[in-house]
């Protein structure tokens, strides 16, 4: 069974103050390695997608980067606007279409 | 600009009732998902669609129903309202090709009373 386990479950920055947030999977062969931001009262909004060890995505203030066992999402000179919760989601191989297993997410706040 | 839409945004009923969510795609995406999202367990799947005609079971399938007649729309059925399925229900689409990933809608608040 595909498992997703983020950490920390919350985090308060201070405006400027960089941080990496975590994404610990487990899956059976991995196809895509997924990150969103959701925003209160939204649905889920697309960011990156990793598919293999030592990949690394950015945009603006974010880098997303990826081993075998875990990716890591960068947050350098956040900014009150970063303040969201960021999902993580794996997509296993042999798992036919698109399903993804998510993590519980990381609602990160960030003071000015 | 393609979007993914839900109606209704919010909705109140009462345990025992039929329930349907809907959910409508411009992306032309064959690939359609149902999600409930509760604090502690995070996007669960429901039930989700890789075109017309077929639908499948998720994690979380009990006590719901989809079917797809076309390729935009992929409505979530409650066949009776249970207080347990109060939660907030995402829709999502993707495509069959490329990065395969999930673009969400805006999500509908369901409170079974």
């Known amino acids: 069974e595909d498992q997703v386990t983020q950490s920390p479950e919350a985090l308060r920055l201070q405006e400027g103050e960089s941080s990496s947030l975590n994404c610990s999977y487990t899956v059976s062969g991995l196809r895509g390695l997924f990150w969103y931001r959701q925003d209160p009262g939204k649905g889920p909004e697309f960011l990156f997608t990793l598919y293999s060890a030592g990949e690394e995505k950015e945009k603006e203030r974010l880098k997303a980067t990826l081993t075998k066992k875990e990716s890591f999402l960068h947050i350098t000179a956040p900014k009150p606007e970063d303040s969201a919760t960021y999902l993580c989601a794996v997509q296993a191989r042999e798992t036919s279409g698109s399903r993804l297993t998510f993590g519980e997410g990381t609602q990160l706040t960030v003071n000015p | 600009d393609a979007e993914i839409t839900q109606s209704p945004r919010h909705k109140i009923t009462e345990t025992g009732r039929q329930v349907t969510l809907a959910c409508h795609q411009t992306?032309?995406?064959?690939?359609m998902f149902w999600y409930r999202q509760d604090l502690g367990h995070g996007l669960r799947l429901i039930h989700y669609s890789y075109g017309v005609q077929d639908t499948n079971k998720g994690e979380v399938s009990d006590g719901y129903s989809v079917s797809r007649s076309n390729t935009e729309d992929l409505p979530l059925t409650l066949e009776s309202a249970a207080s347990s399925q109060t939660s907030v229900y995402f829709c999502?689409?993707?495509?069959?090709?490329?990065?395969?990933?999930?673009?969400f809608g805006p999500g509908t608040r369901l409170t079974v009373t």
């Open positions: 992306w032309n995406h064959n690939n």
């Open positions: 999502a689409s993707s495509s069959q090709r490329g990065s395969y990933e999930q673009y």
